[in-house]
């Protein structure tokens, strides 16, 4: 059985919110870190790997990464990098005003995504400068209203994240993107307890249907795809970096039975639960 020594959680943060130059001083290159807050990763350059889950993710020049809380990350030891990271909570944001809310739903809700961008020149010198601000303000002495200044400088840097993101995205203000919105709220907070849609499409007072019709206008997916999505996501996690048997993973997941859990990742994955956690042991990830 693997060990999950090598996994810490991430500490608590002060007011949920942290900005950090990094340069000579990477966290987690020994371990791998649970998130309990969002991240976002702004590297002006960088070389060597970062681990996100399941995936790895080549490291070279400008570009950003958008992780979300729950999901585990790492850098590889000999990894080189500079820029920022920027962590926050859900209490934090909410000083954020209201309006920058679709760009929050749009960058972090969906965790499956591991989003990866790659800004145009103008697009990183714009971020840069605003998270060289915002670092700034985060290292002032403590002031009435602080931070109510940095939450707003970080709708801004949100508002550009998203542009990249989205850039021609017709339904970013729409009342359809508005349920989409919400959707992936519950999802991300219901989905160990909720797998089909019709418990959503009652919780938002709509059909099945129409909720369905929604997500593939959003994102090109069925609300059926993004559930199961977000399930795989956290099965991944826990068979590659806990030592919690399948069957303890099925029920922390509300299956029925072991069965069930294992012929539902199966036929998602094309892999059984057992083989995906041996692929992972075989490597060397999470053994001692």
């Not at 608590?12 to 290159?29: G, M, Q």
């Not at 021609?168 to 907070?189: C, H």
Request: aromatic letters at 12%; proline letters at 3%; a neutral charge.
């Amino acid at each position: 059985m693997k060990s999950v020594s090598n996994i810490e959680t991430e500490p608590i943060i002060d007011h949920s919110f942290s900005v950090k130059r990094l340069d000579k001083y990477i966290p987690y290159t020994q371990s791998f870190v649970r998130l309990s807050y969002h991240r976002i990763l702004i590297l002006e350059k960088g070389r060597g790997f970062l681990l996100v889950d399941n995936e790895s993710f080549e490291m070279s020049g400008c570009e950003f990464f958008l992780l979300a809380k729950g999901q585990i990350y790492q850098f590889e030891e000999d990894s080189e990098v500079t820029g920022f990271s920027i962590s926050f909570g859900d209490c934090f944001w909410e000083k954020a005003p209201s309006s920058a809310s679709n760009c929050k739903a749009v960058l972090f809700n969906n965790a499956t995504a591991n989003q990866h961008l790659k800004p145009s020149v103008t697009e990183a010198e714009e971020i840069l400068l605003l998270c060289k601000n915002l670092l700034m303000e985060y290292e002032t002495p403590p002031y009435l209203n602080q931070m109510d200044v940095m939450a707003a400088y970080l709708k801004i840097i949100m508002i550009k994240l998203a542009n990249i993101k989205l850039v021609e995205e017709e339904t970013f203000d729409s009342q359809d993107y508005v349920v989409y919105r919400k959707f992936m709220e519950l999802l991300s907070n219901q989905y160990q307890s909720f797998h089909a849609v019709n418990n959503y499409a009652d919780l938002l007072n709509i059909t099945s249907r129409k909720l369905s019709e929604i997500c593939k206008r959003c994102t090109h997916k069925n609300a059926k795809e993004l559930i199961n999505g977000q399930i795989i996501a956290e099965a991944r996690r826990l068979l590659q970096f806990s030592s919690y048997s399948v069957k303890d993973i099925a029920y922390q997941l509300n299956f029925g039975t072991p069965e069930q859990f294992s012929h539902f990742f199966k036929k998602n994955t094309a892999i059984s639960p057992a083989a995906y956690r041996s692929k992972y042991m075989n490597i060397g990830v999470g053994i001692t």
